[in-house]
């Protein structure tokens, strides 16, 4: 009688699917090319448009100084490519048990919540926020999340916009104490393709995020009205990531073909060529 | 009538939220599948009405957007669609104005709504002020005294309010343009700096501030203070780039001067998100970043259109230049805004 009781409670105990638990404290393995300071014009490896292109290049370090910018997070687009550790939470239903949303939040991030109560998308005139609305299922033992109503961004941090019309598709795959973060990006105004790219984290039991208070100040005494960037074929910086490491400006600036790798087959032949000469 | 139930829950850190407003009092809006969002609702008379916040409500689809204060006190809204519209906008506040709990007590279904009292005009345009006929006659003006005694129409409809070039331009028959019916008028003007409501309305205070000659000559924000919403009129839109109409007495630094004004105005609630609401003339519900990029992107666009004029490049070789080329394909062609700066920087002074 005892040993039914046992089987019945196990049974009871045992999930009818399996869910991961992603929640805790994550900090970012820096052994991809996520370390975060990019430089200007080093654009390799992003699928922009022309139109991201030329954004890109008009781009301007100082535009980060302007008021309305010092405070700004890294939105959804970027942030789990940063050098910042994420902390990851779920609600619960108290009656049902189920996990109604997952939250995230990284060092320079708002909270990024992931709706699993089936809510239904909020209207085309609601605001868009940095992490824009999105909502998950699991997929097996992965979680799919998709983020729509997301605020005109940056792909990485030198200039590389996202427009405020693009979607995200991420997947967390879990395997053990590591974390694989994916995020698939479409963007019909500054990208070609899909920008696929992920991003590992180490659970870190002891981790805290500090907090990141920031106050607007005058931080460039510059007229009113003044807006950083550089005119059409003016920026002299461009070039210099491709002076520093001997790449091709076909590859530095970016662009579908840079993402694949018959592009740096074609470079090396091309060095190895010029080499023999 | 569409009436979404997305309730904006800014509190905390948290990006927004959805919540339930009520028990099966609004019609539930359904994106359907996930992906890419559809694109905002044309004007085609399918009107959407979005809570922004408090009494504060957004009504689209009509040609410019409506601002809605729907409260104890009555109706104010801020511009009135396209003349063809106003009928589908009467009956969509009149549905809101019964559907929604105004003070706290169960919902009167049957009970008439309290009327429209006042219309705000953002601009002179047609897709702002072109209901103001039908809109103003299905309202009344609370008035007494002398007034009443003296003028014997003065609470015969709602009261329109606008700055002053707008009235002249609705009175006027100039420059080829028809005289609108006298209906459709402002009642009420201001020719200085700004203009407040002599009382709350909906328990707060509203502020009409003229911006000079930024999208017209006769453009006025409109900002309710306690909501904390601030309604732009066309001088920012999301849906594509500003159009600065010189002939009513637009100009590109006008609208640079009323954006950075707007940014002077409004307070994020954290990180450059929330905080102060703002209704676009056209196009979703922002905030201050999104006017932050809008200002940079038509700061930047002036900054190239004005190094081609020093270059003494003509206004076609400006255009062929393409100095909008990043944001076309966001905004569309850039040609009639291209040629707007243009002429706004190369006008006499």
Known sequence: ?277 | MIVNRTHWMLAGIAAFGMSSLGDGLFAQQNGGAQGRPANPPAANGEIEIVPVRGHIYLLAGAGGNITLSVGPDGVLLVDSGLAQYADKVLAAIRQLSREIDVEGQPVKSYAPPKPIRFIINTHVHADHTGGNEKLRQAGKTFTGGNVTGDIADAAEGAAILAHESVLNRMSASRGGEARTAADAWPTETYYKDSMKLSHFFNGEGVRLIHMPNAHTDGDSLVYFRGSDVLTTGDIFVTTGYPFIDLERGGSVQGILNALNYILDLVIPEFRTEGGTLIIPGHGRISDTADVAYYRDMVTIVRDRVQASIKKGMTLEQVKASRPTADWDPRYGSGDRFVEGVYRSLTAKK
């Not at chain 1, 060092?107 to 085309?124: C, F, H, V």
């Open chain 1, 1 to 277: 009688m005892k040993t039914e009781g046992l089987w019945i409670w196990l049974a009871l105990s045992t999930p009818l699917v399996a869910q991961m638990d992603f929640a805790g404290e994550w900090a970012p393995v820096q052994d991809e090319d996520n370390t975060g300071n990019p430089h200007i014009g080093e654009f390799i490896g992003i699928p922009m448009s022309e139109a991201g292109r030329l954004r890109s290049e008009a781009w301007s370090s100082s535009y980060m100084t302007l008021p309305e910018w010092q405070c700004r997070p890294h939105g959804a687009m970027y942030i789990s490519r940063g050098p910042s550790q994420v902390r990851i939470w779920k609600e619960v239903d108290p009656v049902s048990r189920q996990i109604t949303a997952w939250h995230a939040e990284w060092l320079r991030s708002i909270d990024n919540p992931y709706y699993m109560d089936g809510r239904a998308q909020p209207s085309e005139l609601a605001p868009h926020t940095w992490g824009g609305f999105s909502t998950a299922t699991y997929e097996g033992e992965m979680l799919k999340i998709t983020t729509t109503h997301l605020k005109e961004d940056y792909y990485r941090r030198n200039g590389v916009p996202s427009s405020d019309r693009a979607t995200l598709t991420q997947y967390w795959i879990r395997r053990g104490d590591y974390l694989t973060w994916v995020t698939i990006a479409y963007d019909p105004i500054y990208l070609t393709e899909p920008m696929i790219r992920s991003s590992e984290y180490r659970l870190a039991l002891n981790q805290q995020i500090p907090p990141y208070p920031c106050t607007v100040v005058d931080e460039v005494d510059r007229p009113k009205g003044v807006v950083p960037h550089e005119l059409p074929g003016t920026n002299p910086y461009l070039g210099e990531f491709g002076q520093k490491y001997d790449i091709p400006i076909e590859a530095t600036g970016g662009g579908a073909a840079s993402m694949y790798p018959e592009l740096a087959r074609k470079i090396i032949r091309q060095k190895n060529a010029a080499t023999k000469k």
